[in-house]
Each structure stands twice: as structure tokens, then as C-alpha cells.
């Protein structure tokens, strides 16, 4: 009966096409109008001839690579593989460095001599003694000559153009201190991959929710030097240290946006058990909060949700006062209760709220300010006498605000979590953090928001828009604290120095675009727009809001396309870093990018002619 209900009630909320929907993703594991990751294997895999003029090619600069690996006890069959994938790249300047740390009876003497017979590129040393992971990785760095280091597991494998697409980044660039590209997972037969990690360009916020860079990795041998190798007290999660210690070196970090390197999954594996190495998750913990430490931010570290993630309270400093501000015309009830969930739930207290007035008729609504102003003194409301124009509107009720740090909200929103505008003022007073965005949620229960991908429908589109509520996204994104290129003005929180500084949102973008606008700009001046699933609001916009219909309606909304695009075409067209390439821009389930219906990234055709 139970799973008869379950599918009674999904027919309930998404009809008949909802279910079939729904079984389909289950049964294959594919959503809707979404594409395999076999078939998009087959569209972005090099072939042989790409393969051969990758080997031909000589760039002014040829880094020699040098692929440490730790070795344990390694079954031949595993170990045979990694090393032909490394034999096999298409670009020849490389070294293999292997250290045995199995100890004096170690099983992978006779396999190792053979290989170093048979390349000479093949360098092999040996411990007397077993080795833990960071002491056996160090070895094989101290062997290394090369200019970069390439870090791989001893059962994994690199894709046959991985060296390749990093000299040739390299070439494009200019030198990178750390360079790290997209994975996957292999079966044990080496026979299937799957469950691809598309991942975003460097990600500070990210990466303090999780180690997304993980594989490939590689670090510029001189720049590891200077940064320190493997820390074995943080055996288990020794990579995570050392990516943690390089990010806080050097900002010359680059993404490669393609699948190099195949992640082995065997019953040990963390990429398959993560309760097999529960002490990794630990040891995870503490480097982060040692990373806290070193650069003198005064947070604490947690668990996450699930293994693997982390979640870092950032301490304010004393208890600034947050301006929120909301725009109301005669919505008596959602005003009503926007403001009653934020005075019953939210811990933090030093607020005060502006009402700001525009256009309302209604004897009600007036009579409810009225109400609101009598029962709690840190209610006020300030009249905007103009026709709606979203932008002036809440750049008016900032020029009244007193409040350090501003809190734009709608109306029709209601505070979940009783931690939301803490967690986000947490966020937002970090010195480098511009803007900060929260999760939303429609009346349903399902997402509304979770954070803004620009290029997404076309010009920016809410990522994970319609996921259930239990849902945690591609790659645990909604979960995840992490920097993005926008958030919604509807639930989004500024330094009143920083707004003021960009001068506010540009009153040009009346109704639309306004917030992408200013967190686009936020970005420029060099600052962080984060997104925080923490901090959780229900926003009862309806989810077919009403058409632009009317030609003025339609009038206004191309000319503030126009004005976006005359001002972030170039953005569109290099695409959202926080989004990879591999993904589409037709759904914001971050499913697979189908290239034969999106060849291009960038700004669609349909929008050039507006």
C-alpha cells in the first residue's frame, strides 16, 4: 500500500506524464529529453585521428609530466591497466613515477621490473618497509623530474588525451600552478564508465563543502615544493589537505572541462563504500578546519548531511544590523505572513523592516501597516510613489535603510529555516563575499532556487528548478554552500557599502534581469556571489507565472533583453564558469548536454534579432 500512495500522491501533484516521467528516470536512470552518458561518450570522445594529431603537435612550451603514484599490494591486473593508460597518452613527454610501498615482501616486484625494462620513461622505487598513502605518494614526488606533477591512484586510469589537454591548456594560458579536469567511474572490469562529475571552475566555497576536485589533479612540481607534499596526520583525506594548502597559495588554478581521468570502483573504494573509510571524512574535517586557521578565519567545521560534506559557521562579528526590505503593492496576506515568519522564527533579532509602498489601493493593506508598525517598532514603511519598476523600487528603500547590511526579500516568501538570516549574514560578512542567495522553495515543496545559471533557457534560468525538496542535485549541488554567478533578488543579502558602491540595480532592467545584472557586476569588482542551502525560504510565486502578453508587456521585456545582452554577451558567450560546458541549458536538472541540439554555448539565435 505504501507504494501505491507514493504513486497516488505523485499523480496528485505532477499528473499522469509526472508518473511516467518519474518511472522512466527510475527503470533507466535517464531523465526525460535527456541524453546517456554512453551516448554522450560518443559524441565528445577523441578518435584515432584526433588522437594521432594530438601526438604530432608541438607547442613552444612541452612540459614533461611526471605521474606519481602510490603502490600497495596493487593486483597486477589494475596496476597493468593504470600504467598502459599512462603508455598509451597521446602526448609522449612524461615520466611514470612509481613507489612500492608494499614493503620487503612486496608482490609487485617482478611486474614492475619488467615494465621499467620495457619504457624507460618508467621510474620505480621501493620501500623495506609498508608505506601509508602520504608517506608513499611523497616518495614518488622526490623521485620526480618533470615540470608538473600529475597525482593518480594506483587501480585507476587516465583518459588517453589527459596530458595532452593539459600541455595544450598550458600552451593556451599561459603556466598554471594547479590544474585539476572533469571524471568519471570505471566498473571493475574496466568495461562500463558512469556517473560522470561535470565540475564547476575553481570554487573556494565549494570546496570547503567538499573536495569536488579530487581527479585529475595537477600541481606545478616547483609550486608543490613551496606549498609542502602530503601531510600524513591527514592520511584519508592527505589529498584534500594538500588541494586546501595550494588554494590558499596561488589564484593561477585552472579547470579543464573533460573527462581525464576514470575512477575505479571496487568494494573498498570510497568512490563506491563511503563507509569503508569513515576515518577519511574525519581526518576531511580537520584539514578543513586547519585550512580555516592558517588563514586566520574564525569559523568551525562540521559534518554535512552526508559523508563527504562539510559545513562551515563563519563568526560575526558583534550583531550589525540587517535592513530587509520589501516591496509590497495590496498583497495583505503574503506580506502578512513574510513578516510574521520572520519575527516567530528567526533567531537573529537585529533587524528592521521596511515596507516600501507602491501603488497599493486597498483600504486593507494600509490598514495592515498600520498594524505592523504598531506591533514591533522595527517595522517601517517608506511610499514609492513611481509606476513598478522592480530596480528603483528597492534602490528607494535602500536610501532609508539604516541597517550595515541590506536583506532584499519579495513579499510572497516565508522563513523555513530559523538560522536563514544568520546564515547568510555569516556568508555575507567575509570581506571577499559580495552577494548571498538561499534556497527557495515553491508552495509545493519542490525548488524554486538554487542559485542562478547564466546561459540556462537561454539568457540565466534558476538551477534545479521543480527537484523535489528531498532532492540533493547533480553532484549534491543544492545541498552544497557554494559560489555561483547570480542568485534571486526575491531572497539575496548585500553589504550596504557594496550596493552602494555598485550603485544599486540598474533601473534601466525595470521587471527582469536586474539581479543577475548586479550579481554579474558584483563579480566583476572581485567578489564572491555565494549560495547558501542552509538558509531556506518558500517563495509562492506561482510556477506559470502570467505571460508576457500584452505588446507592452512584450515591448518592455525585449528592450531589457537588449540591455543585458548589449552589456553580457561576451559573458554568455564564454559560459557560466559555475556550469559546465557538458551540461545543457535546455533544463535546470543539469542533465547531459546532447550536442547534435545544442551545438553552441553561448547567446541563441532566437535572442539576436530582438
Known amino acids: 500500500m505504501k507504494f501505491i500512495d507514493k504513486v497516488t500522491n505523485y499523480y496528485k501533484e505532477h499528473g499522469a506524464k509526472g508518473v511516467a516521467w518519474r518511472v522512466m528516470e527510475k527503470l533507466t536512470g535517464i531523465r526525460p529529453g535527456a541524453i546517456s552518458y554512453s551516448k554522450w561518450i560518443a559524441q565528445n570522445t577523441p578518435d584515432e585521428r584526433e588522437l594521432a594529431r594530438q601526438g604530432d603537435e608541438q607547442f613552444p612550451y612541452m612540459p614533461v609530466f611526471s605521474i606519481v603514484v602510490p603502490l600497495f599490494r596493487t593486483k597486477a591486473a589494475y596496476l597493468g591497466e593504470l600504467i598502459e593508460s599512462v603508455r598509451s597518452q597521446s602526448y609522449g613527454a612524461w615520466e611514470l613515477c612509481l613507489s612500492d610501498g608494499s614493503g620487503e615482501d612486496s608482490p609487485l616486484t617482478g611486474i614492475l621490473e619488467e615494465y621499467c625494462r620495457m619504457d624507460g620513461r618508467i621510474r620505480v622505487v621501493r620501500a623495506e618497509k609498508p608505506l601509508g598513502i602520504s608517506e608513499n605518494t611523497n616518495a614518488a614526488i622526490r623521485m620526480a623530474g618533470g615540470d608538473y606533477l600529475v597525482?593518480?591512484?594506483?587501480?585507476?586510469?587516465?583518459?588517453?588525451?589527459?596530458?595532452?589537454?593539459?600541455?595544450?591548456?598550458?600552451?593556451?594560458?599561459?603556466?598554471?600552478?594547479?590544474?585539476?579536469?572533469?571524471?568519471?567511474?570505471?566498473?571493475?572490469?574496466?568495461?562500463?564508465?558512469?556517473?560522470?562529475?561535470?565540475?564547476?571552475?575553481?570554487?573556494?566555497?565549494?570546496?570547503?563543502?567538499?573536495?569536488?576536485?579530487?581527479?585529475?589533479?595537477?600541481?606545478?612540481?616547483?609550486?608543490?615544493?613551496?606549498?609542502?607534499?602530503?601531510?600524513?596526520?591527514?592520511?584519508?583525506?592527505?589529498?584534500?589537505?594538500?588541494?586546501?594548502?595550494?588554494?590558499?597559495?596561488?589564484?593561477?588554478?585552472?579547470?579543464?572541462?573533460?573527462?581525464?581521468?576514470?575512477?575505479?570502483?571496487?568494494?573498498?573504494?570510497?568512490?563506491?563504500?563511503?563507509?569503508?573509510?569513515?576515518?577519511?571524512?574525519?581526518?576531511?574535517?580537520?584539514?578543513?578546519?586547519?585550512?580555516?586557521?592558517?588563514?586566520?578565519?574564525?569559523?568551525?567545521?562540521?559534518?554535512?548531511?552526508?559523508l563527504g560534506l562539510y559545513r562551515t559557521r563563519y563568526f560575526v562579528k558583534d550583531e550589525p544590523l540587517v535592513s530587509i526590505l520589501i516591496p509590497n503593492k495590496d498583497h495583505r496576506e503574503d506580506l502578512e505572513r513574510c513578516i510574521s515568519s520572520l519575527h516567530q522564527k528567526s533567531l537573529y533579532r537585529n533587524y528592521e523592516i521596511l515596507i516600501i509602498e507602491n501603488n497599493s489601493e486597498r483600504q486593507e493593506t494600509f490598514a495592515l501597516y498600520e498594524e505592523l508598525v504598531r506591533a514591533d517598532e522595527r517595522v517601517k514603511v517608506v511610499t514609492y510613489q513611481g509606476s513598478f519598476n522592480y530596480s528603483a523600487i528597492n534602490n528607494f528603500g535602500a536610501s532609508h535603510a539604516l541597517g550595515e547590511y541590506f536583506l532584499f526579500l519579495n513579499n510572497d516568501t516565508e522563513m523555513i529555516s530559523e538560522e536563514s538570516i544568520g546564515e547568510m549574514l555569516e556568508l555575507c560578512s567575509r570581506e571577499n563575499t559580495g552577494a548571498v542567495g538561499a534556497r527557495l522553495y515553491y508552495g509545493d515543496g519542490t525548488v524554486q532556487h538554487a542559485g542562478v545559471v547564466i546561459g540556462l533557457g537561454g539568457i540565466a534560468g534558476h538551477a534545479f528548478s521543480g527537484e523535489r525538496r528531498s532532492a540533493t542535485g547533480y553532484c549534491r549541488r543544492i545541498i552544497c554552500t557554494q559560489d555561483m554567478s547570480a542568485v534571486t533578488a526575491a531572497c539575496m543579502m548585500m553589504k550596504r557599502q557594496d550596493f552602494e558602491e555598485l550603485g544599486g540595480f540598474d533601473e534601466s532592467l525595470e521587471v527582469t534581469f536586474n539581479d543577475v545584472d548586479l550579481c554579474l557586476r558584483v563579480r566583476e569588482m572581485g567578489k564572491w556571489v555565494v549560495y547558501t542551502p542552509y538558509a531556506q525560504f518558500y517563495h509562492y510565486e506561482s510556477k506559470s507565472r502570467g505571460n508576457e502578453d500584452t505588446t507592452e508587456k512584450v515591448e518592455r521585456f525585449h528592450g531589457e533583453i537588449r540591455r543585458f545582452l548589449d552589456k553580457w554577451s561576451s559573458f554568455l558567450e564564454k559560459g557560466d564558469p559555475f556550469y559546465s560546458p557538458n551540461l545543457t541549458r535546455m533544463r535546470p536538472d543539469f542533465s547531459l548536454r546532447d550536442k547534435t541540439l545544442e551545438p553552441h554555448i553561448g547567446v541563441p539565435e532566437i535572442y539576436k534579432d530582438i
Not at 600541481?219 to 586546501?244: K, M, N, P, T, W
Not at 569513515?278 to 586557521?293: N, V
Open 151 to 306: 597525482f593518480a591512484d594506483h587501480d585507476d586510469i587516465l583518459a588517453p588525451d589527459a596530458l595532452y589537454e593539459c600541455a595544450h591548456r598550458i600552451y593556451e594560458d599561459g603556466v598554471y600552478d594547479v590544474l585539476y579536469s572533469d571524471e568519471d567511474k570505471i566498473s571493475m572490469d574496466g568495461k562500463k564508465r558512469f556517473d560522470p562529475q561535470f565540475k564547476t571552475d575553481f570554487n573556494p566555497d565549494l570546496l570547503r563543502s567538499m573536495n569536488y576536485i579530487c581527479h585529475l589533479l595537477v600541481v606545478r612540481r616547483e609550486f608543490a615544493c613551496q606549498v609542502g607534499f602530503l601531510d600524513g596526520s591527514y592520511d584519508g583525506a592527505q589529498d584534500y589537505d594538500f588541494i586546501l594548502r595550494c588554494a590558499e597559495s596561488t589564484e593561477k588554478i585552472a579547470h579543464i572541462p573533460k573527462v581525464l581521468y576514470h575512477w575505479r570502483c571496487h568494494g573498498d573504494s570510497t568512490a563506491v563504500n563511503q563507509e569503508s573509510k569513515l576515518y577519511a571524512f574525519e581526518a576531511g574535517r580537520r584539514a578543513l578546519q586547519a585550512h580555516l586557521d592558517r588563514l586566520g578565519i574564525r569559523g568551525e567545521v562540521s559534518q554535512g548531511e552526508y
